[in-house]
């Protein structure tokens, strides 16, 4: 079996405003780019995230969600006070099986809050690791578009 671990690749943040924060975030720890994006509603219904900030580092991608504050959602805990700075919220895992992840979950009794797929594109899901490990872990398994997606993030090469 695959460690739970396994496929690391992103950290997650919530800021509520994007811009700012990612004024903040190549101010303070270097330049680097973001691609931007506003989710559009599935099915009639709003996203959660209202605007969010992709950019990888060598292979670690650094993701913040601007959440939709007009709604209740996972990202309400740790949403910063004022503008500008970022919480962490996740760590994200690159995974190949998703239906046996949410076994996993289940079985190791983790609530899964937030969850979804974009059919042809990736399947994701939540888990609430916050007790054992003080955050939210994500796990999203890639289609071939997501992984062009992924492959189309602005990337800072260090090495």
């Given at each position: 079996m695959q460690h739970f671990f396994s496929g690391f690749f992103q950290f997650g943040y919530?800021?509520?405003d994007l811009d700012s924060a990612i004024a903040s975030y190549r101010a303070r720890y270097g330049d680097m780019a973001f691609l931007i994006n506003d989710p559009a509603p599935t099915d009639g219904v709003a996203s959660p995230t209202?605007?969010?900030g992709l950019g990888?580092?060598?292979d670690v991608m650094i993701e913040i969600i601007q959440p939709d504050t007009t709604q209740k959602t996972i990202y309400d805990d740790v949403l910063p006070a004022t503008v500008g700075p970022v919480h962490l919220h996740h760590f994200g895992f690159l995974i190949?099986?998703?239906d046996a992840m949410l076994e996993r979950l289940d079985a190791l009794g983790y609530a899964v809050p937030f969850h979804g797929k974009i059919e042809g594109f990736l399947d994701f899901s939540y888990a609430d690791t916050r007790a054992d490990l003080g955050h939210y872990s994500e796990f999203i398994r890639l289609?071939?578009?997501?992984?062009?997606?992924f492959d189309?993030?602005?990337?800072?090469?260090?090495?």
């Open positions: 919530v800021t509520r209202k605007r969010l990888f580092i060598d190949d099986d998703h289609d071939a578009a997501g992984r062009v997606f189309s993030v602005p990337r800072l090469t260090t090495r």
